[in-house]
Every structure is written in structure tokens, then in C-alpha cells.
């Protein structure tokens, strides 16, 4: 199933409608200011099973998750004066950070070195998905096995649709991924480039 969402002026009745199918475990693909999203609600394990399955992934392999803010990221990460100030400036925005996890972190979502990557993206429909549900979607792109960008939410409902419960169609996205940066210990590390700039990292 297919809804459209103004990605401008969101929709309170639909972004209701998506957060329905989240508290009842569902999976779904939404628009992000960089690709499209795979997602579910990160205290469901049942679903971020689903997800891995879908991205063909490990288990041990743990997803990015999206927060509506600083104030909540600041409940599942350990947030350093330095690494505040850096979200501050550069959030909402096209980044992933990896900080420290905090025990708010279910252990699915956490990597052995107990680190999350968290995003807060610069596009109103995840926002207020999150918002209206009240913690984090798990975040991780929605792609082809080859790993190429799925860049529209037909394109995902052909090739996905059958995996998934809803398809959120906010209209088209920028396709490059976010720019990946750890600020583990202070000491920033660029995991991948992408959209967001990452001069000042380097």
C-alpha cells in the first residue's frame, strides 16, 4: 500500500496512519533528505528481524535509527560537550553519527563495541513520524541486493512492496546517501562521505 504524504506540510491523519502500522510491528519505507528509508520501531525486535531479512543483513549487523531531535538523541547517546555543539550545528541534517549507545539503546541496535549511528534528518515526514511515535524508527536505505537506491516510492513498492506494510511516498529524494561520522572519545572519524560535508572532520 502506497500513501501519499505532503512532504512539506505533513499530514497529521497520515503520519497517524504510519504510526499505526509501527506500534503494530509493520515495516515501512518513507522519504529522508537523502534516500528513501527502511524502518520499523526500534523496541520491536520482531520487526527489526523483518528488516534484516529484507536487507538481507546478519543479525549482528546493527541499523542506524532516527530521532526527532537533539533533546531525545541526547537519551540514547552518550553526548559529550564537543560532540553536542557538532549536532547542534550540523542537525537536522545529512549525517549519521556514531556515539556511544545508552542502556535507553535496545541490544539489537547496538554494535559489540556497544556504539549506535544516529540521524536526525532534514526531512519533515521522518520527523514527524517519530515525533507521533513517540521513540525512534530504525533507519537503513532502502536498496537493490546490489545495493543501488531505490530513488522513488513506486520504484519500492514494485520491487519491495510484497516485504513491507506501507510505502510512504513523500516524492522524490536528493539519492545520496549521508555522510557516516564516529565521534566516539571525541575524536572524529569520517566512515563515509556522502551528502553532508565532512571537510571539518578530516
Not at 503494530?24 to 523496541?43: H, N, R, S
Not at 566516539?184 to 571537510?199: C, E, I, K, S, T
Request: hydrophobic content about 35%; aromatic content about 6%; overall charge neutral.
Amino acid at each position: 500500500m502506497i500513501l501519499e504524504i505532503n512532504p512539506q506540510h505533513p499530514q497529521p491523519r497520515r503520519i497517524r496512519q504510519v504510526v499505526e502500522v509501527l506500534r503494530q510491528g509493520g515495516v515501512v519505507a518513507y522519504p529522508t533528505d537523502t534516500v528513501y528509508g527502511l524502518g520499523c520501531d526500534i523496541m520491536n525486535k520482531k520487526a527489526i528481524r523483518r528488516v534484516h531479512q529484507i536487507k538481507r543483513q546478519p543479525l549482528d549487523k546493527p541499523f542506524s535509527f532516527i530521532c526527532p531531535g537533539l533533546a531525545e538523541l541526547s537519551r540514547y547517546a552518550r553526548v559529550t560537550n564537543y560532540a553536542y555543539k557538532t549536532l547542534r550545528r550540523l542537525l537536522p541534517g545529512p549525517y549519521t553519527f556514531i556515539l556511544e549507545g545508552s542502556r535507553e539503546v535496545p541490544k539489537m541496535m547496538l554494535t559489540r563495541r556497544k556504539e549506535v549511528g544516529i540521524r536526525v534528518p532534514d526531512h519533515p515526514v521522518c520527523l514527524a513520524i517519530v515525533h507521533e511515535l513517540g521513540h525512534p524508527i530504525l533507519s537503513t536505505s532502502a536498496t537493490d541486493p546490489e545495493g543501488h537506491y531505490y530513488l522513488s516510492a513506486r520504484e519500492i513498492a514494485e520491487e519491495l512492496g510484497h516485504q513491507l506494510d506501507l510505502v510512504v511516498d513523500g516524492g522524490p529524494v536528493p539519492g545520496e546517501p549521508s555522510s557516516v561520522v564516529s565521534l566516539v572519545g571525541d575524536q572524529p572519524q569520517v566512515l563515509r562521505q556522502g551528502a553532508g560535508p565532512v571537510d571539518e572532520f578530516l
